[in-house]
């Protein structure tokens, strides 16, 4: 076991879920004072200006999947945030196995959500969950056309609302 406990649970939990970096928990990141955004660009962040602030953008441009690319050098917010399994987990509120299953179910929740988006037309991947949802649900409808094409809006709103409840009850509490 190594010096810190609380590393040990951050490399079971984090590389099996990635939900604060992909896109899905979070659509941006401000950056803090004290990050230094000429480092964090050249390390390949990609920083834009959110009501003035600097922040980026959700996928995170340095999250490959499992592991933050830039872990040692990553924004202030970024240091800050621990997901509540993971808080929970670190607190031994609850053991490590429990939290992969809670991920691993998110993680089932959000590739239905992220397949009814595609059917649905969205396949821009390098947008946040939320800025994907909010665009599909933006189209018009055309209540003669097929039916299924508003059957599939139904659908998505329920899996959407589904995995937002788990995402809220396990990851942002």
Known sequence: MSANPANDFVAQLCPNCG????????ADVQLQKE??????????????????????LQPCACFDGKL??????????????????????????????????????????VETVLELLRR?????????LTKRYARVMRQAIDLAGPAKAAAGRGELMLAVDNLMHVLHQDFLK
């Open 19 to 26: 939900l604060c970096c992909n896109g899905v928990l979070f």
């Open 35 to 56: 990050d230094d955004i000429r480092r964090l660009v050249e390390l390949g962040v990609v920083v834009k200006s959110k009501a003035r602030r600097p922040a980026f």
């Open 68 to 109: 933050c690319r830039i872990h040692a050098e990553r924004p202030k917010q970024c240091r800050a945030f621990e997901c509540g399994l993971l808080r929970r987990v670190q607190a031994g509120e609850m053991d490590a196995d429990d939290a992969r299953q809670r991920i691993a179910g998110a993680r089932r929740r």
């Open 120 to 128: 649905l037309g969205d396949r821009n991947e390098t947008l946040a």
